[in-house]
Structure formats: structure tokens, C-alpha cells
């Protein structure tokens, strides 16, 4: 058999071998570990494959060359050994080759060849220098509150964790409605590691910035490098993950997800709502997330707006000892904007700026007439009665069409009665309006509907949780 003819023979045999290989293993297994792998030679009973990184290699190995072996003595055989090797690294030819062909240098490795042209390849140095952590965001200027603890406590307990211990938690979920600390917590935890772990390799990544580089990785066909530039992280930190989209986006991150917290390597992701509200996201997915530990940060409460707006006054005058605001007009925003650390330090700008330009005194009067178009419910005239059906349907897994209807039973009493309850809190409608809405209810209806909610969260924890947790899903919509 002439050598085109046995190079034709080994290729035909090689595409039936990676048919077989696809059935078994499925297209994303398949396309992640086997795709770029060539079949270069078959000889004594052995069967030589190549890839193009030592991270490919050592997987296979370790992991499937049983498999591949099994397969592939359908089509070649009976073998002693699949030899798996990188590309670029030479093999010797046989015996009775040598003499037939000229001596050829080594062609240059993969990542060699691709290198820096590659848009992809430096990925996690672009990552990192594009994500830098906010030197603001630290643990000690995070403020601690009874809304925010249990959020605090775990993130310390992950940066504490030594190298090569086992991990307590993993993965840990952080959610909240924007503004109140999830990325304040994620950047404190990669500073407080970065200082006393710098031997662990920390990356921080935004959930547009991981699919933006996946792209990049697509075009310019260099996806084997991408997915090996994470093996080295040893702290994953992955911020506003709700906006992962795309179901390749989805699939490439769980590898890279699971291939972490596998090898007991801590991942953080933060959202703005828990695993379970991610609809976007596969149920496999959401399952791996909710497997950790899995907190919220809620609103805060006057003590903790307090002390927030004091910090926020405090490195204020620090930077500019001509800012003095009273100790009246510090209480007064605390009291009045019920929202998080963003909104509280927008408050103070907002009557600091105003001072200003206008060279008046800071009073309590003018504070009152800058924040007046600030208020608990600021999002009162966008928010629709259908988001709250949708939202309220959704959680208590009610379909509209019962919430609407006349059925009397308490798994749908109770959630068209908090959909209620939100439709007066949230909205300007009026009662006998929202009766119209909820299935043509009297207004007395919904005003006893709204009454019994109010009563019952004073002394129902569960349920007042659930209804914090809808009015956040509900201005997020």
C-alpha cells in the first residue's frame, strides 16, 4: 500500500472513530475535548493521536484514553495503547520511513503558531487588566448591617480559607437588587486574598466580559486556549451573571464552572436574583449554583442607612473639609431614601451639589426640597400590574389564568391576595382599578386582600420574606 494511500486509510478510519465518539459522549463533551484531536499514525499496535495543548492531553489521559481506545479498535483493531501527544512535539517515524523522508524541523506548538495574534489567547492577562478591582471595595469600607451579615460572614469565610484546604462552600451565590453590595463584597473578597494568599491566582470577571472573550475565542477559532487559561485561577469571581445569555455562552461557562469547583477551586457569582429566578440560565446550571451556598442581601434598615450615610459623609469631608452637613440633614436622608449605599451617596451629592452652585447654607429645608422627588417608590408610574401577575404567577407557580379566575383554594388565594397587596404598595391604581385587573373584584375585595397581607407579614417571617423578595423581582422587571 502505497503512503497516500495508508495516510487516506488512517483518515477515513480516524473520521469513523470521532462519528462513534460523538455518539457516545454527545456534541458539547465531544466538541470540548475531542474536536480538535487528529489521528497521526497506527503502527505495532499503537495508535498515535495528537492535540494541540498539554492541558488536552493530560485530560484525556486521566480521563477518557480508556474510552478512546475501546472505540477505536472498531476501525483499527486491536491495540496495546493509544499514545496521546502534543502537536509539535515529535514522534519517531518508522523504521522503514526514515530513510524515505528528508529530515524536517518541528513544527512550532500550537500556542506558539497562534500566539499573541490571537485576540483570545492572552485572555486572562486582557481579563484582568480590563477588571481591575476597585480599590474602594474593601472589607473595611463595606458596612456591616443585619441585612447584609450572613452575605459578610460567608465572604469572609471564603477569603480566610488557606490554599489546598477544602473548601467549606463552593459555589457561593450572592444576589440582591442593585446597589446594596454584591459588588462591593466581590471586589472586597479578591483584595483581601490578593493580600494574604498572593500566591493564589484570583480573576474577577464580569458576565459580559466572559462572553465577549468567548467570542473573540470563536472567531478566532482558539477556543481550546481559552478554556485552558482558567485551569490556572484558583478564586473564580463572576459579577451581574443574570445577563449570561446564549445557550453555547451557557455551555462553555458550565464546563469552565464545573471543571473549577471539581478540582475544589472557589467560585463566587454574584446576581441580582437567586439560581432559581435565573430563567435564562439551563436547570442543570441553576442546580450546580443552588448546590453551594446560596445568600442574600436584603434592604437595608434605618440603623444600617444610618451608618452608610455617615461612612459616605465621613470620606466626603476626608476629601473636601468644606463639605459639613448637620447632623439633622444626615438623619433625614437616612430616613427618607429606604434604598441601597448608591442611592444614599447619590442623596448626599445631589444636596452637596445643590449647596454649592447656589452658595447656600445646608439646612433640613433644602435638603427636603432636593430629595423631594426622591422617595421609598420612586418606580411607582412604571411598574404595571401585568409584571406583578407575571412575577406573582411565576414564584407561587399559579397560572394566571387561576390567579384571575374565582377558585377559592388557599394555594391561590394566598398568591392572588400578595398580588394584590403589591399592586396597591407598588402601583397609583386605585382599588376599585385593581379589582377590574385581578379577575373583576369588588374594591372591598382587594382592600381586605391588602389588609390581611399587612397583618400577616408582622407576624410571618416566611411570608414577609416572600414579599420582600417579590417587590425586588418586581422593580427589577
Not at 462552600?169 to 473578597?189: E, R
Not at 480573576?203 to 478554556?227: C, G, P, V
Amino acid at each position: 500500500m502505497t503512503e497516500l494511500a495508508v495516510a487516506v486509510d488512517l483518515k477515513q478510519k480516524w473520521q469513523r472513530v470521532s462519528h462513534r465518539l460523538r455518539a457516545e459522549l454527545g456534541d458539547d463533551l465531544f466538541t470540548s475535548w475531542f474536536g480538535r484531536m487528529d489521528a497521526e499514525d497506527c503502527c505495532n499496535l499503537k495508535l498515535i493521536v495528537s492535540v494541540p495543548t498539554r492541558f488536552l492531553k493530560s485530560w484525556i489521559e486521566n480521563h477518557y484514553v480508556a474510552k478512546l481506545q475501546k472505540i477505536a479498535e472498531t476501525e483499527f483493531g486491536r491495540l496495546d495503547a493509544v499514545q496521546v501527544r502534543v502537536r509539535g512535539q515529535v514522534t519517531p517515524p518508522r523504521a522503514a520511513e526514515m530513510a524515505e523522508r528528508p529530515v524536517e524541523k518541528p513544527r512550532a506548538s500550537y500556542e506558539e503558531q497562534r500566539g499573541s495574534a490571537m485576540p483570545g489567547a492572552n485572555f486572562l492577562q486582557q481579563g484582568e487588566r480590563n477588571t481591575q478591582l476597585d480599590s474602594a471595595q474593601t472589607f473595611d469600607s463595606f458596612v456591616v448591617g443585619t441585612s447584609n451579615q450572613l452575605a459578610h460572614a460567608a465572604a469572609c469565610r471564603v477569603t480566610d480559607a488557606n490554599a489546598g484546604a477544602p473548601v467549606t462552600f463552593n459555589p457561593l451565590f450572592i444576589h440582591s437588587a442593585a446597589g446594596l453590595g454584591k459588588t462591593h463584597l466581590l471586589n472586597a473578597i479578591g483584595h483581601r486574598i490578593r493580600d494574604i494568599h498572593p500566591e493564589r491566582k484570583v480573576l474577577f470577571l464580569t458576565a459580559e466580559r466572559f462572553m465577549y472573550s468567548f467570542i473573540q475565542a470563536l472567531r478566532s477559532r482558539d477556543t481550546i486556549s481559552f478554556k485552558d487559561q482558567f485551569q490556572s485561577v484558583d478564586v473564580l469571581l463572576i459579577d451581574d451573571f443574570q445577563f449570561l445569555q446564549g445557550k453555547t455562552m451557557q455551555q462553555e461557562f458550565c464546563h469552565t464552572f464545573n471543571s473549577l469547583v471539581d478540582s475544589r477551586r472557589q467560585v463566587i457569582v454574584a446576581a441580582d436574583v437567586p439560581p432559581s429566578q435565573l430563567d435564562t440560565i439551563d436547570q442543570r446550571m441553576r442546580s450546580r449554583l443552588m448546590g453551594g451556598l446560596v445568600v442574600d442581601i436584603e434592604l437595608p434598615d434605618l440603623e444600617l442607612r444610618r451608618k452608610i450615610v455617615l461612612g459616605r459623609y465621613v470620606a466626603m469631608n476626608s476629601r473636601d473639609h468644606s463639605v459639613v452637613i448637620p447632623d439633622e440633614v444626615l438623619e433625614f436622608v437616612a430616613n427618607r431614601i429606604t434604598g441601597g449605599g448608591r442611592e444614599l451617596e447619590g442623596a448626599l451629592n445631589r444636596i452637596v451639589a445643590y449647596q454649592q452652585f447656589n452658595k447656600s447654607p445646608i439646612t433640613l429645608d433644602l435638603a427636603a426640597m432636593v430629595l423631594r422627588d426622591m422617595s421609598a417608590n420612586p418606580d411607582q408610574c412604571r411598574i404595571k400590574i401585568d409584571d406583578i401577575l407575571k412575577i406573582v404567577g411565576r414564584h407561587f407557580n399559579v397560572a394566571r389564568t387561576d390567579l384571575l379566575s374565582p377558585r377559592r383554594a388557599r394555594s391561590i388565594v394566598v398568591p392572588r391576595q400578595v398580588g394584590m397587596y403589591l399592586a396597591k404598595k407598588m402601583t397609583s391604581r386605585s382599588l376599585p382599578e385593581i379589582g377590574r385587573r385581578f379577575g373583576g373584584r369588588d374594591h372591598s375585595t382587594v382592600l381586605h386582600a391588602v389588609r390581611k397581607i399587612d397583618d400577616q407579614i408582622k407576624t410571618d417571617d416566611r411570608l414577609a420574606k416572600e414579599v420582600a423578595l417579590l417587590i425586588r423581582l418586581v422593580e427589577q422587571q
